[in-house]
């Protein structure tokens, strides 16, 4: 058996040194070492040898399978760089020229809006909420005190869904608002809540350089025992001192919701002018930012709350018109336009 060994170990060695290139140290290697080659089936013979000879004759062939091993590798780098060596003989090569350039993609300014006002809001203790965006007419309108007769229920503002109807709630249409999400989350947690809910919403309305039919917005709601509007305006200077990294100031003006009551719209300082007077805040020196007002008490019962406990505001304002204040952005079409020179500058 030893001799066996050993001269297959000088005809296979012989044979490696030998191999011309890869393909052909490659037959070697299956025709030894492969499954069926001559040296794994001279292994298998181990097993008839009487069992004094086996630790010697084992011993033997795992110092020749090493050896093979280690003598393909070798002929494996020396073929390796002969094949290097000729092709820097026969083709030139210039170390200095640039590799190729990969276009990398980023987040869209919306997105990361979005993400720096929920960073905001998470460090004020309020949930990030989120919801379908084809809703319930009650969940929509009903829930938020919006009855049939409301203008906001007219098909011309609204995308209802063709054919599509919920089991006990009516018509599907597409969301007008974040506020459907206010109605759920009540249903789900109850109260107290503390939750911003930004998504897409939709409205079927006339595309120019200040609204589209498809944009974002955030929702936000508290609810809580002894809540007022106090509350909710010292939330608000400091959600928007932090936004764009100066004081800002908040006023309160009244407004019309049908979700609220009282309703109120809230304006912040100029942003561009400090207050001073610009073409932006047709020199008021305030700028229009959101809707807001107390939660009604029917929102809480919706919502399965006892409004004689628990009082609430909430507020909403377009993540859209936010990012366009921020940056300067003069047309709300750019956000979905794909024009890469638009959202590079982001």
């Not at 083709?91 to 919306?110: K, L, N, S």
């Not at 955030?218 to 959600?239: Q, T």
């Not at 921020?326 to 890469?340: A, E, M, Q, T, V």
Request: with cysteine.
């Amino acid at each position: 058996m030893r001799q066996l060994f050993e001269k297959l170990k000088t005809a296979s060695l012989e044979e490696i040194r030998g191999a011309k290139n890869a393909d052909a140290l490659r037959q070697i290697e299956v025709k030894y070492l492969g499954r069926n080659g001559e040296f794994t089936v001279l292994i298998k013979g181990l097993k008839d040898l009487p069992a004094d000879e086996k630790p010697s004759a084992g011993k033997l062939a795992n110092e020749i399978k090493i050896a093979l091993t280690e003598a393909i590798r070798g002929r494996r780098e020396i073929l390796e760089q002969e094949t290097l060596a000729q092709e820097s003989n026969t083709e030139f090569f210039d170390t200095t020229v640039p590799g190729a350039h990969y276009e990398i993609g980023h987040i869209h300014p919306i997105s990361q809006m979005q993400y720096e006002v929920e960073r905001i809001f998470g460090e004020m203790g309020f949930s990030i909420m989120d919801g379908p965006e084809m809703e319930s007419e009650y969940y929509n309108f009903e829930g938020l005190n919006i009855p049939a007769t409301h203008p906001a229920r007219d098909m011309q503002d609204t995308f209802f869904v063709k054919n599509k109807f919920h089991d006990f709630h009516g018509k599907m249409v597409m969301r007008t608002h974040t506020s459907p999400v206010q109605i759920r989350t009540m249903e789900r947690y109850g109260a107290p809540l503390r939750i911003i809910v930004p998504g897409r919403v939709f409205r079927y309305e006339a595309t120019d350089a200040g609204h589209d039919s498809t944009f974002n917005q955030v929702e936000g709601l508290l609810i809580d025992k002894n809540i007022s509007l106090a509350h909710l305006k010292g939330i608000m200077i400091e959600f928007l001192t932090r936004l764009f990294g100066k004081p800002i100031k908040v006023r309160f003006r009244p407004g019309y919701f049908p979700f609220v009551e009282p309703g109120l719209e809230l304006d912040l300082s100029c942003v561009l002018c400090n207050m001073k007077g610009c073409r932006v805040c047709k020199h008021t020196g305030w700028m229009e930012f959101m809707g807001a007002g107390m939660v009604h008490p029917n929102v809480l019962k919706a919502g399965k709350i006892d409004p004689k406990i628990y009082q609430g505001w909430a507020f909403g304002f377009g993540l859209t018109r936010l990012t366009m204040l921020k940056y300067g952005i003069d047309d709300i079409r750019l956000f979905s336009s794909g024009n890469l020179k638009f959202l590079n500058q982001f």
